[in-house]
């Protein structure tokens, strides 16, 4: 147990030392880029020594949890739990996989931006402050952190019309909702008289703030904002066309790691500060929940590019996020971090084959361009269908016991109608994921040399069979991921006591 | 005395601004602009807080403007537009808008923030005394509000590069 007060330079250097590394780190890389981004060689050790400061920061990560750090009196400005930990290594592992996966794609699309590393860096520090601020303060420079470095990740193919329009669009639509968020937390500061977590969760019952005007515009402000970042319906209008537009690695990056934190944020914010009002923001959540799964689902039926379709396919997965969270408890904090990383695992697989298989203008694979994959790429075509089973939730995959857990924890919580919900729009759901299981192995390819472009280069390859293998592997072993989220939800003890504190029932146990 | 002159900077506040959205001519809008800032920084020190409304003077009235002015002459802004709000529908959803703003200001008006939460009068004005309006800025800006500020300084670092990326011509 190591005791770290937060009031004191050295404490709170020490609380911050993975976010602190990272940064560091990015700002030499930044250095290094200025001197050398003449060759492509460069390009390449720069995303070897951004790999090396994300395995710093998660080594960082790892010593806080190990060391039981807590804070000496209220932690106001970041937290020392095991939910941050938590997600922060799934943000960190997010992004390795996408600097893995762009190694060798910026190589082939000749995009030679050398300050690419420095910038991914620093959004993945905001996604972690994210993840662990205890000040709505802090939440909201960590989300303008993220999200101006990934607005500019999204543009970074300059000869593409349609990166120019994600970027400028997610731009725009971003600012639109920071302001939202901005907004609400004025109002929230209004109403409670502080902007941290923790006091306002302890000021909301002495001050009898429990239906007061400004709390209630505040949350809803709160709501709205938070509900564009993770791309909930129906605030996700601009999910497909920037997704569509940005390149592939980060587009994979904006799916699994920014989505990540935005949704640890709102936990935090809701679990924390706002558990007592559940009655208010619970059938919200609710609504959010049921809607973003019916239409994300619906929706992503009629897309014919995959790109699109895997863009409404992350919609509805917000919508599985949501019900995790509407349960309020403990049981619901660790189906989220289970689910979050076997989300991540899988849409980062996904959109990594996709990046492999479009060469120049992966926007235009149909689902159709996949057909005969099976017959010319066995091993790529397996990966796919293994992505796809998992996004769907086959038995024997990770993503079936990741929503396994979700709807244990929904109807633990009293929440039957929405499991159903999600048991019926997962079904739907099959109906454009095992098309494209089905275009790889049953239908002919096109023409001979329909798949004579991919080629699988190493690192890509390596990476994409490690994911491959680990959504396999925790799909019938998956008890030691299932401990460390358990433990991640502990954060959440004292506070999430409205709800029905339900255990998750013994691992393995389906 | 402050009565009048909050009510007197007020309202040159809130003319200024209406001024500043309606007047057709870019140059004119941002010079009315400056104004409506001047008022605010007058009201800051109304409100206690010198070090804000020098501030404010300085950053807003001075730099931001200077560069909204530059921005202006560099993209040739300088003849009239045409107004955003175009066709009925425009004009109507503007009057939403502004209505829904207006009910908003009188619903937080009548529920103002409960009481405990309120400083007794002097409050700011004895801690300004006593430390001087830098130290009582300064000290919560460096100390409970630490992270924050070092986090805003990554966050403009970012938007720089960001915005070098995107608008360097030859990488």
């Not at chain 1, 349609?162 to 609400?184: H, M, Q």
């Not at chain 2, 007197?8 to 001024?19: E, H, K």
């Not at chain 2, 003077?57 to 931001?64: E, K, M, P, R, T």
């Amino acid at each position: 147990m190591l005791l770290l007060d937060l009031d004191r330079g050295w404490g709170l250097l020490r609380a911050m030392a993975p976010e602190t590394l990272l940064t560091l780190w990015a700002l030499a890389l930044l250095l290094d880029a200025a001197w050398h981004h003449r060759d492509s060689g460069a390009q390449r050790r720069a995303g070897w020594l951004a790999l090396a400061g994300l395995a710093l920061s998660a080594a960082a990560t790892v010593w806080l949890w190990a060391s039981g750090a807590a804070p000496a009196g209220l932690s106001t400005t970041i937290a020392l739990d095991r939910f941050r930990y938590a997600v922060d290594l799934i943000v960190l592992v997010a992004a390795a996989l996408a600097v893995l996966l762009s190694v060798e794609y910026l190589d082939r699309e000749q995009l030679r931006i050398p300050e690419y590393h420095a910038l991914l860096l620093l959004a993945t520090v905001g996604m972690m402050l994210l993840a662990g601020g205890e000040d709505l303060f802090v939440l909201f420079l960590g989300l303008e952190l993220m999200s101006v470095s990934v607005y500019v990740l999204a543009g970074l193919d300059r000869r593409s019309p349609a990166s120019a329009e994600a970027a400028l669009k997610y731009f725009l639509l971003g600012a639109f909702a920071s302001a939202f968020l901005l907004y609400g937390i004025a109002l929230l500061y209004g109403a409670t008289g502080s902007t941290k977590l923790q006091i306002i969760a302890r000021q909301i019952g002495p001050l009898g703030l429990l239906t007061h005007p400004m709390l209630l515009a505040g949350l809803a402000l709160l709501l709205i904002g938070f509900g564009f970042k993770i791309a909930a319906v129906p605030f996700h209008m601009w999910t497909p066309d920037v997704y569509d537009g940005a390149p592939t690695p980060v587009t994979g990056f904006m799916a699994t790691a920014v989505k990540a934190a935005a949704f640890a944020a709102l936990i935090r914010v809701l679990l924390e500060a706002f558990s007592d009002v559940h009655a208010l923001w619970g059938p919200v959540i609710w609504w959010l929940a049921a809607v973003t799964m019916v239409v994300g689902n619906l929706v992503a039926l009629a897309q014919r590019s995959v790109k699109r379709m895997l863009a409404y396919s992350s919609i509805a997965h917000a919508g599985y996020l949501l019900t995790a969270l509407v349960a309020d408890s403990m049981a619901g904090a660790a189906a989220f971090l289970f689910y979050l990383l076997f989300y991540t695992l899988m849409t980062m697989g996904a959109f990594a084959i996709l990046a492999l298989k479009g060469r120049g203008g992966e926007r235009d694979v149909m689902v159709d361009d996949l057909a005969g994959l099976g017959e010319a790429h066995p091993w790529l075509a397996l990966a796919m269908a293994v992505c796809m089973l998992s996004l769907l939730g086959f038995p024997g995959t990770a993503g079936f016991i990741g929503k396994w857990y979700v709807l244990v924890a929904a109807t633990g919580a009293g929440y039957p109608g929405l499991a159903a919900i999600l048991v019926v729009t997962s079904v739907i759901s099959a109906g454009y994921y095992l098309p494209v299981v089905m275009a790889m192995y049953m239908k002919p390819q096109a023409h001979e040399r329909a798949h004579a472009g991919v080629l699988v280069p190493r690192i890509a390859g390596a990476t994409l069979a490690v994911m491959v293998a680990a959504l396999l592997v925790f799909g019938v072993w998956p008890n030691r991921v299932l401990d460390a989220a358990r433990a991640g939800s502990h954060a959440f003890i004292p506070r999430a006591m409205t709800a029905a504190v339900t255990p998750l029932p013994p691992a393995g146990a389906p | 005395m402050t009565l009048v002159a909050f009510w007197t900077f007020a309202a040159v506040a809130i003319a200024s601004a209406v001024l500043c959205i309606t007047r057709r001519s870019p140059v004119a809008s941002a010079l009315w602009l400056v104004n409506t800032l001047f008022s605010l920084a007058a009201i800051y020190v109304l409100l206690d807080a010198p070090f804000i409304a020098a501030i404010q003077v300085l950053v807003y009235a001075g730099a931001i403007m200077v560069l909204f002015l530059f921005v202006i002459m560099l993209l040739n802004l300088g003849r009239t537009a045409p107004g955003d709000i175009k066709g009925p529908w425009g004009r109507a959803v503007a009057v939403a808008a502004g209505l829904v703003l207006v009910f908003e200001l009188v619903a937080l008006w009548l529920a103002a923030p409960p009481g405990e939460l309120e400083l007794p009068a002097g409050t700011v004005a004895g801690t300004v005394a006593a430390r001087g309006a830098v130290q009582a800025v300064a000290r919560p800006l460096f100390q409970g509000y630490l992270v924050p500020f070092e986090v805003t300084s990554v966050l403009l670092l970012a938007a720089i590069v960001g915005a070098v990326v995107l608008a360097k011509r030859r990488l």
